[in-house]
Every structure is written in structure tokens, then in C-alpha cells.
């Protein structure tokens, strides 16, 4: 079986500060990983995603994640924050990406960027 | 290069009505996986098609169906239509199960 859980609702942060949006996952096999965004009426925009290779992770527009087995989290971080990451976030948890598997979405996190 | 397009945009069904919606995937894809969004919630997965057959089912009642053409676009079929089907609709398109690319979604809401 496999989960993801998002620990923050809302993330609030001024402009230039670091970001960090935090995710743990379960997975009874080795999973592959994602971050997605939605911005208010759009679609979700995949950030990056971690497959078994590199453990860092670096995506778009400045953002990275770092997968932690031990840990089992995959959390967002971005060195400094600017007024248009203001979006929900969305951490996704799969299995093996040449199976057929299921996409599991966390609940999401709304990141606020204060002027 | 389109990317994913779905159709309609927005949808107001009445409760016990039947309704389709439509996917047409990125060029070169030739997987769709459909998601419901509730208001204030993460997507969560009906269903996967490849081949035009559906590979993998989430935790949804078979009042939810779809199909898969040739041309590898999809419909979502969902019937007997309750209040709770109220959402948002996500189609997302993969070469086989890579990563997945999002349409904009239709919202359908059910009175």
C-alpha cells in the first residue's frame, strides 16, 4: 500500500525567504516521487520527480528535493521565495514507473508569499 | 505542441443524470489516467488506460467508466450522478507510466 502525507495545510513565507514544504510517503516498494503545482483555475504543473537515480532532485524554477529513504520524506525547498510561487503544492507517491501503478496525491499545501 | 485538452470546460448536471467527459492527451502520449478533485482536496485516481484497456482502478464505484479510442484519447463516463460527484475533473496524459502531464480540468457540478 502506498500514501503520501503533506504535514502542512498552509505554508506561509515573505518574499525572498527559503521555502520548505514537507512530505512523507509510504510505499511497500521502491517509489517514485513527485512534485506538482496548481495555481488558482489552472492545471497542475509537475515541479520534478524522483526515480531511483539521484537522491537530489532539482526542478523548476529554482525548486529541489531531497529524497530521504531513512526518513521516508520528500520535501519541496526552494533558497528564496518570489510572489509567483504562490500556488498549492502537491506531493505524489507511485510505484515503479515502468509498472502500471496507482498515483497517489497528498492533501496539499498552500504556500503564501508575503511582499 | 498541445498538451492535454479536455472538454467541456464547466458542467451543471442535475442528480440521477449521466455524464461524459473528454480527453485528448499530449502528442506522443499513449496513457491517460483520470483524477477527481474535490474542493480543498488532492486528486484522487479513478482510473488508467493504455492500450485502450484500463490497467489500474482506484477506489471508485462502477458508476464511474471510461474508454479509451485508438487515437488514444479518452472518455470518463459517470452515472447515476449524486451531489458528491460535484469536483473537479483531471485527465493527465504519460508515454506508457512516466510522468504525468494535467489537463486544466472540468468542473462539473451536480444540483
Known amino acids: 500500500a502506498q500514501s503520501v502525507t503533506q504535514l502542512d495545510s498552509h505554508v506561509s513565507v515573505s518574499e525572498g525567504t527559503p521555502v520548505l514544504l514537507r512530505c512523507n510517503y509510504s510505499s511497500s516498494y521502491s517509489p517514485s516521487l513527485f512534485w506538482y503545482v496548481q495555481h488558482p483555475n489552472k492545471g497542475l504543473q509537475l515541479l520534478l520527480k524522483?526515480?531511483?537515480?539521484?537522491?537530489l532532485v532539482k526542478g523548476i524554477n529554482g525548486f529541489e528535493a531531497e529524497f530521504k529513504k531513512s526518513e521516508t520524506s520528500f520535501h519541496l525547498t526552494k533558497p528564496s521565495a518570489h510572489m509567483s510561487d504562490a500556488a498549492e503544492y502537491f506531493c505524489v507517491v507511485t510505484g515503479p514507473l515502468y509498472n502500471f501503478n496507482k498515483f497517489y496525491f497528498g492533501s496539499g499545501t498552500k504556500l503564501n508569499v508575503k511582499p | 505542441d498541445a498538451g492535454v485538452t479536455q472538454s467541456p470546460t464547466h458542467l451543471i448536471k442535475t442528480r440521477g443524470q449521466q455524464v461524459t467527459l473528454r480527453c485528448s492527451p499530449k502528442s506522443g502520449h499513449d496513457t491517460v489516467s483520470w483524477y477527481q478533485q474535490a474542493l480543498g482536496q488532492g486528486p484522487q485516481f479513478i482510473f488508467q488506460y493504455y492500450e485502450e484497456e484500463e490497467r489500474q482502478r482506484g477506489n471508485f464505484p462502477d458508476r464511474f467508466s471510461g474508454h479509451q479510442f485508438p487515437n488514444y484519447s479518452s472518455e470518463l463516463n459517470v452515472n447515476a450522478l449524486l451531489l458528491g460527484d460535484s469536483a473537479l475533473y483531471l485527465c493527465?496524459?504519460?508515454?506508457?507510466?512516466?510522468?504525468?502531464?494535467f489537463g486544466p480540468g472540468t468542473r462539473l457540478t451536480v444540483t
Open positions: 524522483y526515480t531511483s537515480a539521484a537522491t
Open positions: 493527465a496524459s504519460s508515454l506508457v507510466t512516466y510522468e504525468q502531464y
